[in-house]
Antibody, heavy 125, light 103 residues
Framework: EAQLVESGGGLVKPGGSLRLSCAASGFTFSNAWMTWVRQAPGKGLEWVGRIKSNSDGGTSEYAAPVKGRFTFSRDDSNNTLYLQMNSLKTEDTAVYYC????????????????WGQGTLVTVSS | DIQVTQSPPTLSASVGDRVTITCRAS??????MAWYQQKPGKAPNLLIYKTSSLKSGVPSRFSGSGSGTEFSLTISSLQPDDFATYYC?????FGQGTKLEIK
């Protein structure tokens, strides 16, 4: 079965940078669209954005609060997804989840099928 | 932007009860809704996709329905393991969540 494992979270000061990783196994990662979702402490789920498979163009979409500061990338040879976060703000404090994204490619329906366990990012001085 | 309004925010119920959670989407741009269950400290878990399709391994007491702007998740007979927070999702928008509590 699909498995996703996030890493790279931690404490960072406002204005700082952090890179999260999401290691994938149990499915054909190169064919998968991938999504990032975050959850601030005690709050609901917020979609951060997605990256398409390279066969579908490899392009990314970003939610308005992170556009211009966050960048998604993928290494299909190592089955790993990345989230580069720059110019971090206190409001970016959250658990960040990666998930498989059934919004296109070989999977339709607009839902997020498999999720990682999440990694906590804390932005504080 | 799509807005998804989920209700109720909290729901108190007993084991064996039938409960329904509703999401309203505006504007109506699709006929698909997904539903997730989340327990404290855990990742969300997909229950229902494409409005009414049950993910493999999810108990049949969970069901989804709806179209247009109104969608619902029904649990036919609550079990102790079902007390959790539930979220609906359409495209890139999640509902606010419904916390299902033991009465």
């Amino acid at each position: 079965e699909a498995q996703l494992v996030e890493s790279g979270g931690g404490l960072v000061k406002p204005g700082g940078s952090l890179r999260l990783s999401c290691a994938a196994s149990g499915f054909t990662f190169s064919n998968a669209w991938m999504t990032w979702v975050r959850q601030a402490p005690g709050k609901g789920l917020e979609w951060v954005g997605r990256i398409k498979s390279n066969s579908d163009g490899g392009t990314s979409e970003y939610a308005a609060p992170v556009k211009g500061r966050f960048t998604f990338s993928r290494d299909d040879s190592n089955n790993t997804l990345y989230l580069q976060m720059n110019s971090l703000k206190t409001e970016d404090t959250a658990v960040y989840y990666c998930a498989t994204d059934c919004s296109g490619g070989s999977c339709y329906g607009g839902y997020f099928d498999f999720w990682g366990q999440g990694t906590l990012v804390t932005v504080s001085s | 932007d799509i807005q998804v309004t989920q209700s109720p925010p909290t729901l108190s119920a007993s084991v064996g009860d039938r409960v329904t959670i509703t999401c309203r989407a505006s504007p109506s741009i699709g006929n698909w809704m997904a539903w997730y269950q989340q327990k404290p400290g855990k990742a969300p878990n997909l229950l229902i996709y494409k409005t009414s399709s049950l993910k493999s391994g999810v108990p049949s007491r969970f069901s989804g329905s709806g179209s247009g702007t109104e969608f619902s998740l029904t649990i036919s007979s609550l079990q102790p393991d079902d007390f959790a927070t539930y979220y609906c999702q359409q495209y890139y928008t999640f509902g606010q969540g419904t916390k299902l509590e033991i009465k």
